[in-house]
């Protein structure tokens, strides 16, 4: 046996206490961490249950003139969804973090209530119940968010949240289409499925309760948090117009599109000539939500506020270059259909979770300015799920049947070149805003040279 080896466990090294508390404090950090990463994903990915199952049944029910039922049930649920999304923008941005929980569970309640509404009255006038579904469901992402921004390890945290709805998103819809390989009937599936995952969100809503708030040295590195009023959000998003217009617009298109993808998957499925299995949505979004939250979650490895931020900014433009170049491939019969679908995931949650995770993170605790990142974030969201909501409405003038590709694939090579576009304009204008505030900087030092620390 090695002779070093045998001297330092019979003459162990003494350990001081300084490093004992050091070791035990950095034991508790990774515990609160996991305990954090399980609650925020937990929640989030029970939710989805709520809400994506029933976009997996076809619905053969015959509206007047040429409407889909499908078309119409998905767009009532997303304009109660981005009505939820206007109304959190001033709620949540004022919404004390004490009260976090038990909204979640009330809103949950109302969206279980309204599935069952939807199953019990009779068609077409049970889609009603979908808009009151999407309605309180809208407003839990940013409740279940409020717990983890500001954080050194907010990265991380958020990429968790991000990946639950990546991979709820098929999960969520595996369960809805065994239940309906069981004979469950198509309109009482949703709530079915909604309450098979209703006890598991509610330990992890208790769990969420227990996350402690920002520490002094997150609020050092991130910025303070704090709730804020109608003017203080509106002096926000003056100051800082010329780079969040072209990031709204970005996010706009990527959500279009990635709802699209989501909620007419078996279309899109069928369209590529492959016949949708209750596991083909859990293995395709698995693999999408693991290379997503690799790339996204490696921002935390970056401390620099200003290096973070650019990185999320190349992370979206390489989002929106794989999703031009993987629908060529398919167009040209270089790329099958299963990676198709994985690497048109993979180049639309790339940018989506950018933006959730660091751009807006790291855009607040450079500035430095009172906001916080919930409020930016339900702007954003407003605005992308109402562009989605034009886009559901208008879809049968463009297309009433036929081959759901010859509609969707013009609407990829859209959102990605103009995403390329939009990211160049935001990173020009964040480039002149860091130049403007050095040359402001040094104008400051000039009158008085007394030397400032920084805290970023």
């Given at each position: 046996?090695?002779?070093n080896?045998?001297?330092?466990?019979?003459?162990?090294?003494a350990?001081?206490?300084?490093?004992?508390?050091?070791?035990?404090?950095?034991?508790?950090?990774?515990?609160?961490?996991?305990?954090?990463?399980?609650?925020?994903?937990?929640?989030?990915?029970?939710?989805?249950?709520?809400?994506?199952?029933?976009?997996?049944?076809?619905?053969?029910?015959?509206?007047?003139?040429?409407?889909?039922?499908?078309?119409?049930a998905?767009s009532?649920?997303?304009?109660?969804?981005?009505?939820?999304?206007?109304?959190?923008?001033?709620?949540?941005?004022?919404?004390a973090?004490?009260?976090?929980?038990?909204?979640?569970?009330?809103?949950?309640?109302?969206?279980?209530?309204?599935?069952?509404?939807?199953?019990?009255?009779?068609?077409?006038?049970?889609?009603?119940?979908?808009?009151?579904?999407?309605?309180?469901?809208g407003?839990?992402?940013?409740l279940?968010?409020?717990?983890?921004?500001?954080?050194?390890?907010?990265?991380?945290?958020?990429?968790?949240?991000?990946?639950?709805?990546?991979?709820?998103?098929?999960?969520?819809?595996?369960?809805?289409?065994?239940?309906?390989?069981?004979?469950?009937?198509?309109?009482?599936?949703?709530?079915?499925?909604?309450?098979?995952?209703?006890?598991?969100l509610?330990?992890?809503v208790?769990?969420?309760?227990?996350?402690?708030?920002p520490?002094?040295?997150?609020?050092?590195?991130?910025?303070?948090?704090?709730?804020?009023?109608?003017?203080?959000?509106r002096?926000?998003?003056?100051?800082?117009?010329?780079?969040?217009?072209?990031?709204m617009?970005?996010?706009?298109?990527?959500?279009?599109?990635?709802?699209?993808?989501?909620?007419?998957?078996?279309?899109?499925?069928?369209?590529?000539?492959?016949?949708t299995?209750?596991?083909?949505?859990?293995?395709?979004?698995?693999?999408?939500?693991?290379?997503v939250?690799?790339?996204?979650?490696?921002?935390?490895l970056?401390?620099?506020?200003?290096?973070?931020?650019?990185?999320?900014?190349c992370?979206?433009?390489?989002?929106?270059?794989?999703?031009?170049?993987?629908?060529?491939?398919?167009?040209?019969?270089?790329?099958?259909?299963?990676?198709?679908?994985?690497?048109?995931?993979?180049?639309?949650?790339?940018?989506?979770?950018?933006?959730?995770?660091?751009?807006?993170?790291?855009?607040?605790?450079?500035?430095?300015?009172?906001?916080?990142?919930?409020f930016?974030?339900?702007?954003?969201?407003?605005?992308?799920?109402?562009?989605?909501?034009?886009?559901?409405?208008?879809?049968?003038?463009?297309q009433?049947?036929?081959?759901?590709?010859?509609?969707?694939?013009?609407?990829?090579?859209?959102?990605?070149?103009?995403?390329?576009?939009?990211?160049?304009?935001?990173?020009?204008?964040?480039?002149?805003?860091?130049?403007?505030?050095?040359?402001?900087?040094?104008?400051?030092?000039?009158?008085?040279?007394?030397?400032?620390?920084?805290?970023?």
């Open positions: 046996m090695n002779k080896f045998d001297d330092a466990n019979e003459h162990p090294q350990v001081t206490p300084g490093q004992q508390s050091a070791a035990s404090t950095s034991g508790r950090s990774w515990i609160a961490l996991t305990w954090a990463v399980v609650a925020a994903f937990g929640t989030y990915f029970c939710m989805y249950a709520f809400r994506k199952p029933f976009t997996v049944a076809t619905y053969d029910v015959e509206l007047v003139g040429q409407w889909d039922f499908k078309t119409v998905v009532a649920q997303v304009i109660g969804y981005t009505l939820s999304k206007f109304i959190g923008i001033g709620l949540l941005a004022e919404l973090p004490s009260k976090r929980c038990g909204f979640i569970v009330l809103l949950i309640l109302i969206a279980e209530f309204a599935l069952i509404g939807f199953a019990s009255v009779p068609q077409p006038y049970n889609i009603a119940f979908l808009f009151l579904n999407g309605l309180p469901l407003m839990v992402f940013g279940v968010l409020g717990f983890l921004e500001g954080r050194t390890k907010t990265e991380v945290l958020a990429a968790a949240l991000c990946t639950s709805f990546i991979l709820a998103d098929g999960a969520t819809k595996t369960v809805g289409k065994y239940l309906l390989s069981l004979n469950v009937d198509q309109f009482w599936m949703p709530a079915a499925t909604g309450g098979l995952f209703l006890l598991p509610l330990i992890f208790a769990m969420l309760g227990r996350i402690s708030p520490s002094r040295q997150d609020q050092n590195a991130r910025s303070i948090r704090s709730t804020i009023t109608s003017s203080e959000r002096h926000f998003l003056r100051s800082f117009a010329g780079g969040l217009i072209p990031l617009m970005l996010f706009l298109l990527v959500t279009i599109l990635r709802s699209v993808r989501s909620d007419f998957a078996p279309e899109i499925w069928s369209s590529l000539g492959t016949t299995t209750p596991d083909l949505f859990t293995r395709s979004e698995f693999w999408v939500g693991i290379i939250t690799l790339f996204n979650g490696a921002a935390v970056i401390v620099d506020n200003q290096r973070a931020f650019r990185f999320a900014l992370l979206c433009g390489i989002g929106a270059i794989v999703v031009v170049m993987a629908t060529l491939g398919q167009q040209s019969g270089q790329v099958a259909a299963y990676p198709f679908m994985i690497l048109l995931g993979v180049g639309l949650y790339l940018p989506y979770v950018a933006i959730h995770t660091t751009v807006f993170e790291r855009m607040i605790a450079i500035t430095r300015e009172k906001s916080n990142l919930v930016v974030m339900y702007v954003a969201d407003a605005i992308g799920y109402l562009g989605y909501v034009a886009v559901m409405l208008s879809r049968n003038s463009f009433s049947n036929g081959d759901f590709m010859s509609w969707f694939r013009p609407l990829c090579y859209g959102v990605g070149s103009i995403s390329l576009i939009c990211l160049i304009l935001a990173w020009r204008y964040f480039n002149a805003h860091k130049r403007a505030s050095a040359s402001a900087n040094e104008q400051r030092e000039k009158i008085d040279p007394t030397p400032i620390q920084s805290v970023v």
